[in-house]
C-alpha cells in the first residue's frame, strides 16, 4: 500500500508546477522520437515473425476436411488484433522502452542531476517524465497498428510461401466477419499499456537510491513490474469490454 500510494503521489506531483507548453512540445517531440521511431525496427521483425508462425501453426491444427482454408486467416487476424499486436508487443516494448526509460532517470538521480532540477525550482517529475508518458501514449498504437499490419503481411508471405493457404483464401478469411469493435478494443488495451509502462518505469528510475548497481536493479524491476502490470490490465479490460 505505501508503494501505491507513493506511486499515486507522484503522478499528481507531475501536473505540480508545470512548465510552459511550448517547453513540453518541444520535450515530447524528443521523447516520441525516441521512444516511438526507435522502436520500429524491433516491432516490425517481432511482428513479422509473430505472424508468420501464428500462420503455419494455425494451419497445422486445423486439418480437418469440414474446416474451410480461409479459417486460417480468420483466426490469425482475431488472435493479431485482440491479443498479440496490443500484449505481446506490450511485453517487448516494456523491454526496450522500459528499461530504457528507469536507467535514464535512475542515472540522472544518482548522478544529483535531479536535485539540481529542483534546486533551480523547476518541477522535476513534470519535467523529465510527464513528457515521456505522453510520447509513450501518442506512439505506442501507432505501433499497435504497425504491429498488427506486419503481423498479417508476416502470415500471408509464410502461408503463401509454404503452400498451407492461398493467397485468395487468405485474402478472404482477413474479411470475412470482422467485427470494427475489435479495433476499438485493440486501441483502448494500447493506450492503457502505454500509460503503464511508461508510468511504471518512470517511477522505479526516478526513486533509485545508491549507485550503478541499484540502476541495473531499478531497470529489471521497471521492466518486471511492467510486465506484471501488463498482463492484469490485460485481464481486466478483457473481463470489462468483451
Not at 516494448?93 to 526509460?101: D, R, T
Not at 511504471?200 to 549507485?211: E, I, N, Q, V
Given at each position: 500500500m505505501n508503494s501505491i500510494g507513493r506511486f499515486v503521489l507522484f503522478i499528481r506531483s507531475m501536473f505540480l508546477r508545470r512548465e510552459s507548453f511550448v517547453t513540453y512540445v518541444r520535450l515530447t517531440i524528443d521523447e516520441c522520437i525516441k521512444i516511438g521511431v526507435n522502436s520500429i525496427f524491433l516491432v516490425s521483425i517481432v511482428s513479422t515473425f509473430i505472424g508468420a508462425v501464428t500462420t503455419l501453426q494455425t494451419a497445422y491444427n486445423l486439418v480437418s476436411p469440414f474446416i474451410?482454408?480461409?479459417?486460417?486467416?480468420l483466426v490469425v487476424r482475431d488472435m493479431t488484433v485482440l491479443e498479440l499486436a496490443p500484449t505481446v508487443m506490450a511485453i517487448v516494448?516494456?523491454?526496450?522502452?522500459?528499461?530504457?526509460?528507469a536507467g535514464e532517470l535512475g542515472t540522472m538521480r544518482i548522478t544529483e542531476q535531479i536535485d539540481a532540477l529542483e534546486v533551480m525550482g523547476i518541477n522535476s517529475a513534470s519535467y523529465l517524465v510527464l513528457p515521456k508518458i505522453l510520447a509513450s501514449i501518442i506512439t505506442y498504437p501507432m505501433l499497435v497498428v504497425l504491429s498488427a499490419f506486419l503481423s498479417l503481411v508476416g502470415g500471408y508471405i509464410a502461408g503463401t510461401l509454404t503452400g498451407v493457404i492461398s493467397a485468395v483464401d487468405y485474402v478472404y478469411g482477413i474479411r470475412a466477419e470482422f467485427?470494427?469493435?475489435?479495433?476499438?478494443?485493440?486501441?483502448?488495451?494500447?493506450?492503457?499499456?502505454?500509460?503503464?509502462?511508461a508510468a511504471?518505469?518512470?517511477?522505479?528510475?526516478?526513486?533509485?537510491?545508491?549507485?550503478a548497481l541499484e540502476v541495473g536493479i531499478a531497470s529489471t524491476s521497471a521492466v518486471t513490474n511492467s510486465c506484471i502490470g501488463i498482463l492484469c490490465a490485460d485481464f481486466v479490460l478483457t473481463k470489462l469490454l468483451l
Open positions: 474451410p482454408d480461409y479459417v486460417i486467416a516494448y516494456a523491454g526496450k522502452v522500459g528499461s530504457n526509460i467485427l470494427e469493435y475489435n479495433i476499438t478494443f485493440a486501441l483502448a488495451k494500447s493506450y492503457t499499456f502505454a500509460f503503464i509502462v511504471l518505469s518512470a517511477y522505479k528510475g526516478f526513486y533509485t537510491k545508491g549507485g
